[in-house]
Structure formats: C-alpha cells, structure tokens
C-alpha cells in the first residue's frame, strides 16, 4: 500500500470503487493519525508506527482468494468489537501492545538481561562512572529507554548483594509507560565510606509491575469499618482491643441439677445444667 510517502505491507480487502482512487476509514485513520492538508490534496504520516514500521522497498501486492479475504476481514471485526467490550483496552495498536521496548541511546549501553530465567527483575547498568558519597546519593545514567505496556510501569528495585555488602538502596523508583527518557538510577549510600561506581557495572534492577488505571471517584462519605480513621500502630491498638473484648466477656456457669429438675426444665423448653446421673432421683 503506498499512500504518498507512506508505504507499508498490508492485508487489503478490494472493492470496486465507481468515483474515487481509495477511501480511507476511521479505524486506520485513528490508528495512523495523519496530517491532511486538504488545500493541497495531501496526507502525511508522521506517527511512530509510521516512522518505525514503514516498508522501505517497493509496496507488493498479493492476491488473495475472496474466501480467505472474508475470514480475515471476520477475525479482524471480532477483534474489534472484543476490544471496545473490554473496559481497560484503548484505542490504537500501542494500548494492546504488550511487549516491552528498549532503545540503546548510545552504542556502549547495555539491554537490561534476567540473571535466570524464574528472576523477577532484569540487571541495570551503569553508562558511566560516578561516586555515590557517604550518606549521600548520586543519578547514575544507564545508556537506555523503555517502552512499557500500557497499564505496567517499571519499578527500579536495588541489587540484594549492594544493598547487604555496600549498603547501598534506591529511591525514585517508578518509570512511567508514557516516559521515553533516559532511565536513570538514584543510587543511596547509607555506609560511612564513598562508593565509586564504574562504568558498566551492575547498578540495580528493573521490576516490570501492572497497576490498576481505573478513575478515581470523589464521595462525600466512605463506609465504616472496625479500623476506622485510626493510623500509625492502630493495628496493635485494634488487636489489643480486641484481645481485651474477648478476656472481658463473663464466665458462663453451668449448674448441676437432678433428672427430675432437668425433666421439668425441659418440658417448659429450657435446656439448663448438666445430669448427674449420681443423684438420679425416683
């Protein structure tokens, strides 16, 4: 399909159109978000996917039989009308786009790589050396970006080793999806000695976490609940409240009776003392 300067291999359903060249729908203008120019006549991509998925070489047309044009054109309208069911999907191909983009912004930084396969975070690096004094902090710069799914941000975690060996933490660990900078570590010494940090070692690591993007909804009131507005330390205070409550309740006393008052009691409904069957009367 070459549209202007925009070309791209795609999967066209044909119809013979009487007045006009091709018409272009809302679903791939959505997606695409093009500038038109309608003195001019002329239409420009300008998108990221554009900019970064364009075929280069020449458009190739391919035919392909009506019956499978049909099944792919069904898929594709089920897909849609999944996606508008769906409360957290967005419109545009980058909202159900799941897979996490690097970009090395320079040619000595390193991707971040999992140590083993089950690791819950991927290893950073240091683009550059710096010291981190003590009792203090340093920005260590890591040499990348990242793209992260929609509904995900990044969570930059410190290395166990460091933190247990050197006493050295993180702090400002959240990475926005919508953030396209470089990432960078604010690594924290909490030793007595300045720690130098060379270029390339491993800083920290990235924790990739789903969030909940639901809309928040002003109340005037909330529910009660047994905590209430209690804060710092009020679980102790409610558990021992609690304990208290349970040590306070009153002993229950059960009374020995006869048979013939237990009889008496129970054909009036009461069910009240235990039988000693050593003092059964006649």
Not at 224 to 251: H, I, L, W, Y
Request: charge should be positive.
């Amino acid at each position: 399909m070459a549209i202007g300067s925009h070309r791209e291999l795609a999967t066209l359903q044909v119809a013979n159109l009487q007045n006009h060249e091709v018409i272009l729908g809302m679903p791939l203008l959505r997606e695409y978000n093009p500038t038109i120019d309608w003195n001019d006549k002329r239409i420009t991509f300008k998108s990221e996917r554009c900019t970064t998925g364009c075929v280069k070489g020449s458009p190739v047309a391919y035919v392909v039989p009506e019956e499978k044009a049909l099944e792919e054109n069904l898929i594709t309208r089920f897909s849609n009308v999944q996606t508008k069911n769906c409360p957290t999907a967005k419109s545009g191909s980058m909202a159900n786009d799941q897979s996490v983009r690097v970009k090395k912004l320079g040619a000595e930084a390193r991707m971040p790589i999992k140590g083993t396969a089950r690791a819950a975070g991927r290893d950073l690096y240091a683009n550059e050396g710096t010291a981190v004094p003590a009792r203090g902090q340093a920005i260590v710069g890591t040499g990348i970006a990242i793209g992260l799914p929609h509904n995900t941000y990044g969570r930059i975690a410190p290395r166990s080793s460091l933190a247990v060996k050197q006493r050295l933490t993180t702090n400002a660990c959240v990475i926005d999806s919508d953030y396209r900078g470089e990432v960078k570590v604010l690594l924290v010494n909490l030793g007595e000695e300045l720690y130098r940090v060379e270029k390339g070692d491993w800083i920290a690591q990235l924790i990739i976490e789903k969030i909940d993007n639901r809309e928040l909804q002003e109340v005037t009131q909330l529910d009660d609940t047994e905590r209430g507005d209690q804060g710092f330390g009020s679980s102790n205070t409610t558990m021992d409240q609690r304990v208290k409550c349970q040590k306070a309740k009153p002993k229950v006393e059960i009374n020995k009776i006869s048979a013939r008052a237990f009889g008496q009691f129970y054909r009036r409904g009461e069910t009240t003392g235990i039988l000693r069957w050593d003092e059964i009367e006649d």
